[in-house]
């Protein structure tokens, strides 16, 4: 798939709401001193939650200009105090963003691209984490990211239109060679316009629309056997995550559903994942419950074709070749098929 990003995707934040003070000058102030008092109200009074709303079950819908990958989407795939998982799709690839607020910094702390299997990736770790907002929130503050380009607030009462309204929002500076970003934050929403300039290249991305209590919608293959015909057989089905939803318990609960003959079952009523995941070796490793195998009542062939599609399944989700199946922790052994250590159920595709 294109890896194409022109502009850079963040999170959310900020409108700018400043009252004048009509008392003090009745108080005599001059200028300076009201100045001062004002910018030490916006300190107090502005934070960087206040820009990064972490709201669930929530698609914000950019339009591009520029490049055809400008337009994206952004859902929220996971969410927990201080932290957020970020599913960006711009029709070229799909991209994991986690990003976490912590000590008036908004933060990038992990990033995966092509990520278009559903994975909680909020306790991942990277190696580079990227600041994209810092308190003080007020025009002048600074800070080097670690590919050596500057980033500042370049003013905190901008005026942006968007095909979803108009806001007053902090304008945020990126400068590298050659080239600058301006994003814009509008509170109690988020990223309301990122800009992309190089040389006579001008890239936008805009806030359309934000659509509320949206579930994201994936359709996935499941496999199933065709014992009359001697071959596998797949359905797609379409399976809906809203925010926090475990994938495993979602792909378990609609493998259980029924289907039509020829095809036989592959998950048993009592069948349970116990856990589904895409390890760092690049293989899928699933563990299922007793239960599969005490329900199965299949012959040879048959037992066969059931593991066959449980590789099947979850192998073309997560897009890999190699999945690893284990009962209950232990290795994967019946009466017709015993697995050993390290033996792993080969994907067709």
């Known amino acids: 798939m294109k890896k194409i990003f022109p502009v850079i995707w963040l999170v959310f934040t900020f409108v700018l709401v400043v009252g004048c003070a009509s008392e003090k000058e009745a108080k ?3 200028g300076n001193e009201k100045e001062q ?10 934070n960087v939650e206040d820009y990064f709303p972490m709201v669930e079950n929530v698609k914000y819908v950019y339009e591009g200009k520029g490049n055809e990958y400008a337009s994206y989407d952004v859902m929220i795939d996971y969410l927990e105090k201080g932290k957020v998982q970020q599913r960006i799709d711009n029709g070229g690839t799909v991209l994991a963003n986690v990003l976490q607020v912590k000590v008036g910094k908004l933060q990038k702390v992990w990033t995966r691209e092509e990520a278009y299997y559903r994975e909680n990736l909020l306790k991942a770790k990277g190696s580079e984490e990227e600041i994209l907002l810092m308190a003080p929130l007020t025009k002048g503050t600074a800070w080097k990211l670690q590919d050596g380009r500057m980033r500042r607030i370049t003013n905190t009462e901008a005026s942006v239109d968007t095909p979803s309204g108009s806001y007053r929002a902090i304008e945020v500076m990126t400068k590298g060679k050659g080239s600058e970003t301006l994003d814009y934050y509008a509170k109690g929403i988020g990223l309301v316009k990122s800009v992309f300039r190089s040389g006579e290249m001008e890239v936008s991305s805009s ?9 994201f919608v994936q359709e996935v293959r499941f496999f199933y056997p065709n014992i009359e015909a001697d071959q596998l057989e797949y ?9 926090n939803d475990i994938t495993r318990k979602k792909l378990e609960e609609a493998y259980k559903q029924p289907v039509d003959s020829p095809l036989g079952k592959v998950f048993s009523e009592n069948t349970k994942i116990n856990s589904l995941y895409l390890n760092k070796d690049g293989i899928v490793y699933i563990d299922l419950n007793q239960a599969f195998m005490n329900e199965m009542n299949a012959g040879a062939g048959y037992e066969s074709m059931i593991l066959q599609s449980i590789a099947n399944t979850f192998g073309q989700y997560y897009n890999v070749e190699k999945v690893m199946l284990t009962i209950d922790g232990g290795l994967y052994e019946s009466g017709h098929i015993s697995m050993t250590k390290g033996e792993y159920l080969h994907v067709q595709n």
């Not at 806030?207 to 579930?215: A, T, Y």
């Not at 359905?235 to 925010?243: A, L, N, P, V």
Request: glycine share 4%; proline share 3%; net charge positive.
């Open 28 to 30: 005599g102030y001059n």
């Open 235 to 243: 359905k797609t089905k379409k399976i809906s995550f809203m925010t």
């Open 207 to 215: 806030l359309s629309e934000i659509e509320e209590n949206v579930p």
């Open 37 to 46: 008092k004002k910018v030490a109200f916006l300190q107090k009074k502005l």
